[in-house]
Nanobody, 114 residues
Framework: VQLAESGGASVQTGGSLRLSCIAS????????MAWFRQAPGKVREEVAR???????RYADSVKSRFTISQDNAKNALYLQMNSLKAEDTGMYYC?????????WGQGTQVTVSS
């Protein structure tokens, strides 16, 4: 399974970004997909996850600001990020698999500044 993220950029506080992750190599659609992020000097943390049936889960720090979604037909995962804050800065990784973290992408950088 290969995962390729895109959409990272530098934005100002309060701005929005939409991250995308395209998965290839799947033979089974019964998967969990997730977004993680890692800020410099900090551990990687889960931002949001979504299961094939549509159930979602968010970190408290991003609830009401971020929305995770997927397009199963395209094997695509998205993360709509609104009202971005400086603390949202980091490398964002897409992950997938039966336990959500079996496979990882290379990451896409998000930088939020005032």
């Amino acid at each position: 399974v290969q995962l390729a993220e895109s959409g990272g950029a530098s934005v100002q506080t309060g701005g929005s970004l939409r991250l995308s992750c395209i998965a290839s190599g799947y033979t089974d659609n019964a998967y969990c997909m997730a977004w993680f992020r890692q800020a410099p000097g900090k551990v990687r943390e889960e931002v949001a996850r979504i299961y094939t049936v549509g159930t979602t889960r968010y970190a408290d720090s991003v609830k009401s600001r971020f929305t995770i979604s997927q397009d199963n037909a395209k094997n695509a995962l998205y993360l709509q990020m609104n009202s971005l804050k400086a603390e949202d800065t980091g490398m964002y990784y897409c992950s997938a698999g039966p336990i959500c973290t079996n496979y990882w992408g290379q990451g896409t950088q998000v930088t939020v500044s005032s």
